[in-house]
């Protein structure tokens, strides 16, 4: 049985809290995003999963780059460096912009890959709008998560938690606006959903900027350097930390986002019935990854500190709680599945399909809590090699490969369109679970070991009278 701690579970749900509410209201700017788009017709909403399957892996990837930033400045948090918390906040920001500037570029030529897909033109040309139109965001939202990354850093949460607020105040007048071609706009329809999306990048970034100038959390890491130039080293161990990461989310990530580019030769309306599944599980998955970057946070802190023994408390009490929450998660969407999908839409075929996916996502619920809380875990440990190899075999050969396979052929069942692949999603995050707990086990073995060693070879210091 796994130690449980009260004192490290309300620590845990502090750093959480503001986490989730911070991320449940990021994920719903997309929500809303397939929710308002789906109220123009199926096509826009299936605009938005095809330019989302291309969009989401290349920002999310950009985005686990950085959260290395989050344990390493956590690290020298816990041991009271804080020149250290500034200097690799700073490096941050240059590998930041020149991976926007990159990302950038290569999204000029996204309508290559995209016209070679087989799909309806009108669909083809919502998507390219869509992306034309969000890539001018990618250099506010890179200025964004390294600031992100330092208040979390350091554990004050709450910062980025007003931040989200900030960001779906923008998104819901900006996404009617640019949607429905409101105070002289065009109406872009789904397209509409990427100018909006790059206000709130934009909106986001002033936002946290001035709180990070004027913040007195911040106060004492707003210290003169004595050299603010780029510097290769630096830059090279955030990359190092960073890319395993940045691996990881690309592997699940694509998991998911490349489906509707696998089944939209079979329609938009089994198309817009994966994305609504789809996106609902992105916002319930809010939750345990909340969960998990709270784990990263206090994880960072306890191992700057050298406190090992709380450290395995802390990791164990987290994934008691995730596991809760997965539960829970996984009751509530059986109950409510077709609610959930006639929020989407009121077209009955894609709200019967999507009611059906729904209950298969039920069943990964706890795999998909346990992996997350344990990738995290590892993260703050800073020991992320191993995430790279395991969410490549467990995702991508295991999950996709399997989900062709019952999606697209005949080989073991008959063709089982959208459902085939998120049986696939079952399994791949089950072996992914499965292993990252096995590794997390092992290296908190190998840190309690090299301190055993460690306290064995240093002779205790004399006694003294007092």
Known sequence: MLPFSRFEAKTILKLSGPIVLAQLTQTMMYVVDTLMAGRVSPVDMAGIAV??????????????????????????????????????????AYLAFALALLVFLLMQFIAVPVGMMEMDDTLRQKALDYMAYIAWGVFPAAGYMVLRNLFEGIGYTKATMWISFVG????????????????????????????????VFLAQLLAISLYALKSARTAPYRLKLPDYRPKIREIWQIIALGTPIAFAMFFEVTLFAC??????????????????????????????????????????????????????????????????????????????????????????????????????ACFYQISDAIQVVSSCALRGLKYTKPIFFITLIAYWPIGFGLGTVLGLTDWLTPKMGAH????????????AA?????????????????????????????????
């Open 51 to 92: 330019a989302s399957a291309l969009w989401l892996p290349i920002i999310l990837t950009f985005q686990g780059l950085l959260l290395a930033l989050t344990p390493m400045i956590a690290q020298h948090f816990g041991a009271g460096h804080k020149k250290e918390v500034t200097a690799v906040t700073l490096q941050g």
């Open 168 to 199: 779906i105040l923008v998104n819901i007048p900006a996404n009617y606006i640019f949607i429905y071609g409101k105070f002289g706009m065009p109406a872009l329809g789904g397209a509409g959903c990427g100018v909006a999306t790059s206000l």
């Open 259 to 360: 489906i509707p580019l696998m089944i939209v030769h079979l329609g938009p309306t089994v198309v817009a019935a994966h994305q609504i599944a789809n996106n609902y599980s992105a916002l319930v998955f809010m939750l345990p990854l909340s969960m998990g970057m709270a784990t990263t946070i206090r994880v960072g802190h306890l191992a700057g500190a050298m406190d090992v023994r709380e450290l395995r408390t802390a990791i164990s009490t987290a994934i008691v709680l995730a596991v809760m929450m997965a539960f829970a998660i996984a009751g509530f969407t059986f109950l409510t599945r077709s609610w959930v999908a006639s929020l989407y839409t009121t077209d009955a075929t894609v709200i019967a399909m999507a009611s059906s996916i729904l209950i298969l």
């Open 420 to 431: 085939g692949f998120w049986i696939g999603i079952i399994v791949g995050l089950t072996v």
């Open 434 to 466: 499965v292993l990252l707990a096995m590794i997390l086990k092992q290296q908190l073995h190998r840190i309690e070991d090299g301190q055993q060693k460690n306290n064995t070879s240093t002779p205790a210091a004399p006694e003294t009278a007092a």
